[in-house]
């Protein structure tokens, strides 16, 4: 059952750092036409590393695994945002780019689904062997 666990743990993991690309991603279109609006994102890889613990992660990064921890932001994450550089600067100061906005939405989009459908396929199977099936 502990392998059980962490797999699941982990993968909760991947989706709350998912839905929380999806909420950056989703500000930043929305202010695509603010004046002097500075777009960001986060590295997903680093923060899953940081969120899970796996070897490679900062050091001395904790890992807040409840509301109340020190740290932790009413359930968000407490990953690093970066400002992104855009490829094409405005006169406005407003660094989004609509359509990488919107593409690397629909990417965050699907590696979200996939890693539920996993999570779905993974707990179906649990079931299955624990009604003998």
């Known amino acids: ?10 993968h909760g993991d991947a989706l709350r750092l998912r839905a929380e690309r999806q909420r950056t ?4 279109i929305a202010n695509a036409d603010t004046p002097g609006y500075q777009a960001r994102d986060f590295d997903f890889a680093k923060a899953l590393k940081e969120a899970t613990g796996i070897p490679g992660a900062a050091p001395g990064t904790l890992k807040a695994t409840d509301t109340r921890h020190l740290g932790a932001t009413g359930g968000a994450s407490t990953v690093s945002l970066a400002y992104r550089t855009p490829h094409q600067a405005s006169l406005d100061g407003n660094t989004v780019e609509v359509d990488a906005e919107r593409a690397r939405f629909a990417e965050n989009t699907v590696r979200y689904e996939a890693t539920l459908r996993f999570m779905n396929g993974q707990i179906q199977s649990l079931l299955s062997a624990m009604k003998g099936q």
């Open 1 to 10: 059952m502990d392998a059980v666990s962490r797999m699941l743990d982990f």
């Open 25 to 28: 991603l989703a500000s930043n």
